[in-house]
């Protein structure tokens, strides 16, 4: 992206307030901060979005890829993040002729921090064949230590959903946001403006839940395996089906379910059962 | 409402999966339901929600009025949900007048499962003045210890949030859905639609987040004590100072955090500290 105009727009991602506790006692804690940011492409308002603030050049970018509103990197020219007026201004050559039907119609998702699909996306007819990618149980075990490392915001402060790119048990890249739906949107944009390895990746994992558009938007990115650590609606799961993504919940320590295309996992780390072992529904 | 035209469109909360555990067997697994509804005022397309589904006509009838569309229960004349098409049709006597502006612009925000506030909800200009409802410890608990035989659906299925209307430690009503929001405008809904005791609530408590327009929405509601069992984003809690709400957070078990309001916690059930006792941050 060597030719477009961005700003970098960093804003603290927590702050610190202080509370009472059950002891009555006062202490420090960090909470999340949560910004509005108000999005134009070619000076036509489309959204404010509630956000961490952290990365909002690629939130924005990651926004408008995700909802169909730009098209090809190539067209981006400027992405202008401005936090006095919470405002950012992005420029692009060419708009979607279909840009005012689309903004017509609005689907309120379970998204958090991102709750909006604008148009038809969650039809989704145009979506390419996704990679059969094969994960071995061994492989899922050592991503989710690898994972440990990061959700550094949630750790302080709560109130933030993780979404990371991973290359099998490689994390290429890691995003929090007050919202899922940012976090996932960062990633994208992130891929465009710094063509980050993050293309390479084959694995999505989220700490959120994988609602309809969660998995709408990780297809869109052309990856076939979806790792959460909470659960599944029935809507994320029908979509899994249709694009044939891999599907596993609740990934959490040695435990896991999953939910669709169990054909591309590979038992091969299958823990020994202790005496009085529970699986965690 | 004895007048109102009103349909009963329920569907069952969760449905049974097959799924692939750790050990690779395969088990029942309830999922939370997830369905779209594209709900139709006078018959203008507002917005499509993702839901639970398990009670549409209240969580329309709470959405439109949450999101200042309908002013008046007594205008509503009919809420006719048909799943077929996914649709609510409601009709009032009255629209806003400025209905189109406040369409035409939109905020996502961190709502799980409603992320969208129209037009200058946020602003919220017009609140009246919130109740100084004082919260008890020794009432918080015995709240929290009976919310505990609630949200069903969460148990069995997870990736859903519960909302609840209670007065002191009285649950009055409380929902369940894919999203927090879903839940609170389904309790609004349910206040104009059943005239319920849940009127009388003087506390909201959430399993959810308090981001910014869940403090606004409950304020909205004229209720003056938010405990919620997750953590709180910035702007919820600036909203919390300029409503004057008492913001209770990380409410589980002995534990909690207050926020804001202090003033009206009475400190009357503080848990002795057992050695190494921590209190969680």
């Not at 603290?12 to 999005?39: H, M, N, S, W, Y």
């Not at 989220?206 to 650590?229: F, P």
């Amino acid at each position: 992206m060597h030719d477009i105009s961005l700003s970098r727009a960093r804003l603290p991602a927590t702050l610190e307030i202080e509370v009472l506790d059950e002891f009555g006692e006062a202490k420090q804690q960090a909470i999340a901060a949560e910004r509005a940011l108000t999005i134009y492409l070619n000076k036509r308002e489309i959204v404010t979005l509630m956000t961490l603030g952290a990365d909002p050049e690629a939130l924005v970018v990651g926004y408008l890829r995700n909802q169909g509103l730009l098209a090809d990197r190539r067209d981006l020219q400027v992405v202008h993040v401005d936090w006095e007026v919470e405002a950012a201004a992005v420029v692009t050559r060419h708009l979607p002729e279909d840009l005012e039907e689309r903004l017509g119609q609005r689907t309120v998702t379970t998204g958090c921090g991102q709750g909006t699909v604008f148009g038809r996306l969650l039809e989704a007819t145009s979506l390419r064949p996704l990679p059969a990618t094969v994960l071995r149980q061994s492989v899922l075990y050592q991503l989710l230590d690898n994972l440990g490392a990061y959700n550094e915001t949630y750790r302080s402060a709560g109130a933030v959903h993780g979404c990371a790119l991973c290359r099998q048990e490689a994390v290429l890249d890691f995003v929090e946001d007050v919202g899922r739906h940012n976090a996932v949107d960062t990633l994208a944009g992130r891929q465009w403006l710094l063509a980050s390895e993050s293309a390479d990746a084959d694995i999505f994992y989220t700490t959120g839940r994988l609602t309809s558009e969660m998995v709408l938007k990780v297809a869109q990115m052309g990856i076939g395996v979806l790792v959460s650590r909470s659960g599944v609606t029935q809507k994320g799961v029908e979509l899994a089906e249709r694009f044939g993504v891999l599907l596993i919940a609740r990934a959490k320590g040695r435990h896991f379910q999953a939910i669709h295309g169990m054909g591309r996992l590979e038992l091969d780390a299958v823990p020994a059962r202790r005496p009085g072992d529970r699986v965690r529904a």
